[in-house]
């Protein structure tokens, strides 16, 4: 007994580190390309769990999941909570390409093609892949795992449904699925609204830039936002504190003004540098301006911004790509 309970939990472990390496790979990933994000969790199914899964049966009596624990993809899942909903596409086209993707399934477009309201979920069975293997990743190649993609009030929802039917005592109480069905309908008029309320923001931010005295005025995070939105209005908005640690990086390399930043991006081509980094989705304005800036300015970029922020990784990730714009540029 005492050995199958080590088993256990030594399995357990190299779970919780496997699920704890592709988060923080998410984390990264979600941040160098831009893509604005409230949060990442993750969880490691339990053994119970797992062996009530394992035991499920079809119709006909076969086991549904025959092959055990290694052919379970749900072992580890992924949560990534966003605050729009049309940032949902270009994550899962972002994770595809981070991870091998073997199944993506948008059960909400689904539901509404067929009439339906609400949310239903963006779900991708992933893998991490064996070769080039993300870093921080490498001791967990072959490891699949399930994401779920959704906004925060999706996320609210289902939480609280899944407490109230599955943890609670309504069974098939009526008047409770009315009032959940009343809700997800209130829910998806809010997330239209929320993707309103962003467009409106980049509007408003393109209209500052273009009213102000900028010659001397200092910038900072809103100030560079509202430069970028004028700029670059065909991308997507970045998280709010990327534009922080963008101030940052153009202050090591003397642009601290406003009308100096606006200077120096309107003589760079983003869409060149999109077309040479192949971007499969429109990335975030800060991802943007870090390519521009690494193209233009190359190994001095890399040495004066490569310890700017908490990414420990972002010299080697520099590196990669200033090779990429540097072999398809010439």
């Known amino acids: 007994m005492d050995q199958i309970f080590a088993e256990r939990s030594a399995q357990k472990k190299a779970l919780e580190d496997a699920a704890q390496a592709i988060r923080n790979t998410i984390v990264g990933r979600l941040h160098d390309d831009g893509l604005n994000h409230h949060d990442v969790q993750f969880r490691v199914k339990t053994a119970e769990s797992a062996a009530e899964k394992m035991a499920r049966r079809d119709h006909d009596g076969s086991l549904k999941y025959p092959g055990g624990l290694t052919k379970l993809d ?103 699925s009315r009032a959940f069905t009343m809700d997800s309908t209130l829910i998806e008029l809010a997330d239209q609204q929320f993707v309103n309320i962003s467009d409106i923001l980049k509007r408003v931010q393109v209209k500052r830039a273009n009213d102000g005295d900028q010659e001397t005025q200092t910038l900072d995070a809103g100030s560079l936002q509202s430069v970028l939105a004028r700029v670059f209005p065909q991308y997507r908005t970045s998280k709010e504190n990327q534009y922080d640690w963008m101030v940052r990086i153009l202050a090591v390399n003397g642009i601290d003004t406003i009308s100096a930043a606006e200077k120096w991006f309107n003589t760079m081509d983003p869409d060149r540098v999109a077309r040479i980094m192949e971007y499969r989705f429109s990335p975030g304005q800060v991802r943007v301006a870090d390519d521009l800036l690494l193209e233009t300015l190359g190994e001095s970029y890399v040495d004066a911004t490569k310890e700017v922020g908490s990414d420990i990784n972002r010299e080697r990730k520099l590196r990669s790509r200033l090779r990429r714009l540097r072999s398809n540029g010439d």
């Open 74 to 176: 749900d072992l580890i899942g992924v949560r990534v909570i966003l605050f729009v909903e049309s940032d949902i596409d270009a994550v899962a086209i972002a994770l595809s390409s981070q991870f091998v993707c073997h199944d993506d399934e948008d059960k909400t477009a689904m539901m509404r093609k067929n009439g339906g309201i609400g949310y239903a979920g963006r779900h991708l069975t992933l893998e991490v892949p064996s070769h080039n293997p993300p870093t921080g990743c490498k001791d967990y190649t072959g490891q699949r795992f399930e994401v779920q993609i959704r906004t925060v009030l999706q996320h609210a929802w289902a939480e609280f449904e899944h407490d109230i039917r599955f943890k609670g005592s309504s069974g098939d109480n009526a008047e409770i």
